[in-house]
C-alpha cells in the first residue's frame, strides 16, 4: 500500500476521532512508517477497545490492517476482527433470560453483513500455523449463525472447532472461553439443558468474573440454575452451588432460585412448598411442575438415606412414604428411579416392603447437613470406645497371658 495514501487515511481517521484519542493516530502512524508491526498491534488493540473507538474500528479494518494482515499475530488480527465485526449496524442483543425469552433477531440482513465478514476472516487465518486463530474466527461466525437460526451449520462449525481443539496441546484462554460460550448458546437455543450446564460453567472456568457485567452474571445465574432444575440427567448441583456466580442473584427478583437450588439439594420439602409459587414467573419452571416435583421427591430420598447410618439403612416403604410425601403406592417406582438414575445403591424387598441401601451419591452437605454428619461421626467414635472397653474387659485373661 502506497505510504501517502496510508498516511492520508490515517490523517482524516485521526481528525474524525475524539480529540483525547487523536494522538493515538500519530502513535499507529509511526509504528507503521517503522514496520514495528507488534508494537502497531498492540497499540491498534488497544484503541479497539476504547468503546469511543467504535464507529471507526471497520474503516481501520478493512482500509488499513487488512494490508499488513499477513505480519501480525494471527490471533490477535482476528481478535481487532471481532471487534471490528460488532460494529456491523444493529448488534443484537440476546435476552439476558434466553432460555425463557425467546427473541427473534430484529435485524437479519445485519447478521448477514456480518456473517459475511467473519467468513472472510475465517478464510485468511485458515492456515496450519494459525489453528487456533481459525477456531477463535470459527466459532464467532458459528454465534452468528445461531443468531440466524441456523443451528445445523452452526452445530458443523463448532463440530469442526472442537476436533481442532481437541489435537492443542494447549491454546489461549481466549480461544477455549469462545468455543464453551458459543458451544452453550448453540445448546441453549436446542434446549439441550444438560449441555449448555456443561458448557456454560467451562466457560465460567475459563474467565475472569470480574469481567461480567452485572447484568450478564445474573443472566447467566438465572441460566444455569433453570437448566439444573429442568434437567433430566443433573441431580448433583454441587458445582453450581460452589460457584460465586450464583452470588449474583442475591437482592434481586431472582433470589428465590438460588433458594430453590438449596432446598433442592438438601431435599427440603418444606422449602420447597414455601417457594413453589415462584415457578410461575419462569415459563420453563412451570412447564416442568410435574417434574420438579419427582425431582424433590428423590432428592427427599437420598437426603433420608443420608442421614441414616450405614448400618441403618434397611427402610421400609412406609418409612420412606412419610419422609418423602409421595403416596405409598409409587415409592416402589421412585426408588427404582433412584437406583436407575446412580442415586442410590441397593436392593427392593417387594414382599416385605423394604429397601435396602448400601450406597448414596456424594452431594455438596449445607451446615446443617454438616452438623447431621458431625454428630454421627461423634456416635460412632463413641460406639468404638464402647467396643474397645467391651474387648478389654472380656479379654482381660488373654491380655494377661
Request: aromatic share 10%; proline share 4%; with cysteine.
Amino acid at each position: 500500500m502506497d505510504p501517502e495514501v496510508v498516511s492520508n487515511f490515517l490523517s482524516e481517521e485521526r481528525d474524525s476521532a475524539p480529540e483525547d484519542l487523536q494522538a493515538k493516530f500519530l502513535i499507529i502512524e509511526d509504528y507503521w512508517d517503522r514496520k514495528l508491526w507488534h508494537q502497531l498491534t498492540d497499540v491498534l488493540v488497544e484503541y479497539f477497545n476504547i468503546p469511543e473507538s467504535a464507529s471507526q474500528r471497520l474503516p481501520l479494518f478493512s482500509s488499513f490492517i487488512l494490508n499488513f494482515a499477513e505480519k501480525i499475530n494471527q490471533l490477535k488480527l482476528v481478535s481487532l476482527g471481532l471487534l471490528a465485526a460488532s460494529e456491523c449496524s444493529g448488534l443484537h442483543t440476546p435476552s439476558s433470560h434466553p432460555f425463557d425469552e425467546r427473541i427473534a433477531n430484529p435485524s437479519p440482513s445485519d447478521d448477514q453483513e456480518r456473517l459475511t465478514f467473519l467468513i472472510s476472516l475465517t478464510q485468511k487465518v485458515n492456515k496450519p500455523s494459525s489453528q487456533d486463530a481459525y477456531i477463535y474466527a470459527l466459532v464467532a461466525a458459528s454465534d452468528v449463525k445461531l443468531r440466524l437460526q441456523d443451528l445445523p451449520s452452526a452445530r458443523k462449525d463448532l463440530d469442526t472447532a472442537e476436533r481442532i481443539l481437541d489435537t492443542f496441546d494447549s491454546v489461549e484462554t481466549e480461544v477455549h472461553a469462545t468455543f464453551y460460550r458459543i458451544n452453550a448458546n448453540y445448546h441453549q437455543a436446542s434446549l439441550d439443558f444438560a449441555a449448555y450446564y456443561k458448557n456454560a460453567l467451562l466457560y465460567l472456568a475459563c474467565i475472569d468474573l470480574a469481567s461480567l457485567s452485572t447484568e450478564d452474571a445474573q443472566g447467566r445465574a438465572y441460566d444455569l440454575s433453570v437448566a439444573a432444575l429442568v434437567s433430566d440427567s443433573i441431580y448433583n448441583f454441587g458445582e453450581l452451588l460452589l460457584h460465586p456466580i450464583l452470588d449474583s442473584l442475591l437482592s434481586t427478583p431472582h433470589a428465590w432460585l438460588r433458594d430453590l437450588l438449596f432446598a433442592f439439594n438438601r431435599g427440603d420439602l418444606a422449602a420447597y412448598a414455601v417457594l413453589e409459587n415462584n415457578l410461575s414467573k419462569s415459563p420453563l419452571l412451570s412447564q416442568h411442575k410435574t417434574f420438579l416435583w419427582q425431582k424433590i421427591s428423590l432428592s427427599a430420598l437420598t437426603e433420608a438415606v443420608f442421614r441414616r447410618p450405614p448400618h441403618d439403612r434397611a427402610m421400609t416403604f412406609a418409612t420412606i412414604s412419610s419422609e418423602t410425601n409421595v403416596q405409598p403406592a409409587e415409592i416402589e417406582i421412585l426408588i427404582m428411579k433412584a437406583l436407575s438414575l446412580g442415586l442410590l445403591r441397593g436392593s427392593i424387598d417387594q414382599v416385605a416392603e423394604i429397601a435396602r441401601i448400601q450406597w448414596v451419591q456424594p452431594k455438596v452437605l449445607d451446615m446443617k447437613q454438616i452438623e447431621s454428619m458431625r454428630l454421627r461421626l461423634k456416635d460412632w467414635d463413641s460406639s468404638v470406645n464402647q467396643l474397645g472397653n467391651w474387648i478389654e474387659g472380656v479379654g482381660k485373661d488373654v491380655w494377661a497371658a
